[in-house]
DNA sequence: GACTGTGAATCTATTCACAGCG
DNA sequence: CGCTGTGAATAGATTCACAGTC
């Protein structure tokens, strides 16, 4: 195995699986475990064992024979490699529908993400807040950053106007871009951008649905048990 | 190779890129250019040309040595392959703010989605519309899909409730459910779960930041050019 | 016995290298 | 030439098989 491909130290579909990790062995911390095996969160989570110890040999994570892995050690580790157990400020640029949901989300607290400001072109919003985050007018957004010393931002603005905004960002030292546009950006590679098209996921799901109905119905009116 | 991970006939990594690619050639559609050559595309979206050639190969299309594809082909290739021209039926469960905008979203026309009707726990919502799509009760979940024939549901329920509504919607018939909840579900194998969770993307563009953090700032002030 | 940990094998995806064509 | 198309090579990710440990 060469391994050379990776975020840090660690590939990035063990990074993609991290969440999952995490949110079932913060649950299991509520629960009051201590201990889980491999086999028992493949089991939860859909993947196999294997994977798990893999997973978990790649983040530093090492077991006990016969009981499995510390609860408590898993949610650290993972909490750390995500840098999730420290606040990152960022803000929001572009308040429609998908960026006042994402103002709302309480859940990122858990992801150690703090939203400080948004920006947006319409004039009523500016001065207004949004779900307690104050809304700024995209005249004030180079300087406001600047000030804020934010470094990243997330785009939820319409895709015409993705590429002019996001290089605005790159100039105002932005240094990473959570791109929820669905437009791709091309921005200097030391600019890192991260895109959240919800569109690759309703193709993958519109591929196999269509591929089930091609397939005429040649499965059991009911599958397998849960 | 063997490419025996298919979705119908197509990769799955394939399928993913589909959305993008139609974006691009719909734009350029718009604009009148007939033909476009592999390395152009692969330019706009950030792919290797052979990326794009071999892509296209699957989906079955054929280009034209040294002009290159035609821009309509590949529009209507690419619906053909994700049935993005037609419509199909959905149903969304959970009206908070993630499906409030889902709701508000109007591109999913585009991807021939039409979300007919719409579900959620708070009574004072049931009856109401929502950006023109009618939310019902909980209660009347399994009857009401039936009676529409909705095969597709976008979850957007808190993670709390996802597991049993998920069973109710497989019990209510239905064949495919895109998952915004973030909850693993564990259905049975006949049913086609899509898991659109934001946090995997965080996870990953938190990863890169920290790993372009702790290696200091080993690179220019200025990057490349676009 | 019930786990972990890991080299080897396999499978998947991308990239290379180059033949072929208009 | 400037493209496409594709077998071969490489890189990346998962799974197998099994040795080791409490």
Redesign the pocket.
Known sequence: ??????IGSL????VQ?LPSYLRAVREMRRQGREV??????GELLG???????????FIG?????????QVEELVLAIEHCLCWNQVRDAALVGVGHLGTALLGYRGFAAHGLAIRVAFDLDPALAGQTVHGTPVHPMASLEPELRRLGVRMAILTVAPEAAPEVAQRLARAGIEGIWNFTGCPLLLPRDIIVQDQDIATGLAVLSAKLSALARAGQPRLPEGDPV
């Open positions: 195995m060469a391994y050379g491909y990776l590939p990035i579909t063990t699986r889980v095996s491999s086999n028992r969160l993947l196999e064992p294997v994977q798990v110890r893999k997973d978990f040999g994570i090492t077991g006990m024979p016969k009981s499995g892995y």
